[in-house]
Nanobody
Framework: QVQLVESGGGLVQAGGSLRLSCAAS??????LGWFRQAPGKERESVAA????????YYADSVKGRFTISRDNAKNTMYLQMNSLKPEDTAVYYC???????????????WGQGTQVTVSS
């Protein structure tokens, strides 16, 4: 089993940037994905990256603004979020996924996530 801890969220103005981190322990050579859940909405897939880091996919809503990456030596995955919009406000979660193609299917129990709030 893999343990995952998200960090890096915060409050930012529209147009700003944040970088989220997902620290993994355990069996870490897995495909990984980012998810988010806004208040009153279902959790949605944001981006995913394969175990070697050379293949990634994005939701249409974040394509061109967000970049997913990973550093296997540090057992950490990142989500660089640029040109943030108020609609990006959500709790962001990471998880292992079976495939990096959408729709993503998470494997592990959900962690606490990290809150991202974008003010207009």
């Amino acid at each position: 089993q893999v343990q995952l801890v998200e960090s890096g969220g915060g409050l930012v103005q529209a147009g700003g940037s944040l970088r989220l981190s997902c620290a993994a322990s355990g069996r870490t050579f897995s495909n990984l994905g980012w998810f988010r859940q806004a208040p009153g909405k279902e959790r949605e897939s944001v981006a995913a990256i394969n175990w070697s880091g050379d293949t990634s996919y994005y939701a249409d809503s974040v394509k061109g603004r967000f970049t997913i990456s990973r550093d296997n030596a540090k057992n950490t995955m990142y989500l660089q979020m640029n040109s943030l919009k108020p609609e990006d406000t959500a709790v962001y979660y990471c998880n292992t996924v079976r495939s990096v193609r959408f729709p993503l299917h998470p494997h592990q129990p959900w962690g606490q996530g990290t809150q991202v709030t974008v003010s207009s």
